[in-house]
């Protein structure tokens, strides 16, 4: 479990408030590249899941798999490290 997770009362209730919660989501969500990360958030908030937030993390989470296909697809190039190679051999 994530720090974040461990200390979500403490924070929640530090900032329910405010649109703080929302920043700290999408600071700690949006830097995920994985589906099983976004999965993991997903469960971790599916009980916790409030208004003043709830936007965010859908965006935040969307994010996260956007991502995640980006990384997928690039991964899935043959041709990708044969062009890294060209390029670096056209800088020498």
């Known amino acids: 479990m994530c720090p974040w997770q ?24 949006s830097p995920f590249t994985s589906d ?29 798999r956007i991502s995640a296909r980006w990384i997928e697809s690039i991964k899935s190039e043959a041709s990708l490290g044969q062009v890294v190679q060209e390029l670096l051999q056209g800088e020498a």
């Open 6 to 29: 461990k200390n979500w009362d403490h924070v929640f209730n530090t900032w329910k408030s405010s649109e703080l919660i929302s920043d700290f989501i999408e600071s700690i969500v």
């Open 36 to 64: 099983e990360k976004a999965a993991e958030v997903s469960e971790f908030f599916a009980d916790r899941i409030k208004p003043s937030f709830e936007r965010t993390l859908k965006q935040s989470l969307e994010s996260v």
